[in-house]
């Protein structure tokens, strides 16, 4: 099996530091060791809201490789589903534009996510987990915009 990795921070100051990517990098590369995935890429996202999808270069360029007609890659393993999305309506678009392609998401923290799941409690548990998702970068946002009023 082939995979295209896919990773993203938000803030410019985890950019500067290296704090996140580095970690995805290495965990998507030691997660495709071990089950013998062959990863053929890894497209990078900096410094950018998981909320945007018209600004994300990486994901864009990683969609067009998955749009290309020679390509048998079917697959993008991040390590949260969160480094994709973080609110429905990036979802909806990026969700849709999978299910077009035929590509499905591995996430290495959510063992049984699929974007084609019909079972029930995965769909259940797949929403829950996206909903804390969003729910934690409003929280984040709010406690940020709190900060720079004082």
């Known amino acids: 099996m082939q995979a295209y990795g896919y990773i993203r ?10 704090y996140g990517l580095d ?11 071990e089950y013998d995935i062959e990863l053929m ?6 410094g950018i809201s998981g909320t945007e999808v018209e600004s994300r270069t990486g994901l864009t360029e990683m969609l067009a490789r998955f749009g290309s007609d ?11 589903t969160n480094r994709i999305w973080r609110d429905e309506f990036a979802k909806a678009m990026i969700k849709r534009e999978f299910m077009r392609m035929g ?6 923290q959510q063992s049984n996510y699929s974007v084609y ?4 409690n995965d ?3 797949n929403g829950i987990m996206e909903l804390l998702d969003e729910y934690d970068r409003t929280t984040i946002n ?6 720079r009023l004082t």
């Open 103 to 108: 590509v499905d998401v591995i996430s290495i």
């Open 9 to 18: 921070v938000s803030t410019d100051r985890q950019v500067e530091q290296g």
């Open 142 to 147: 709010i406690k940020l915009a709190r900060g």
């Open 70 to 80: 020679k390509n048998t890659v079917m697959r993008v393993v991040v390590q949260h």
């Open 123 to 125: 769909k259940l548990i």
């Open 117 to 120: 799941t019909k079972d029930p």
């Open 23 to 33: 970690t995805q990098r290495s965990t998507i590369k030691k997660y495709c060791k």
């Open 41 to 46: 890429d890894i497209f990078v996202d900096e």
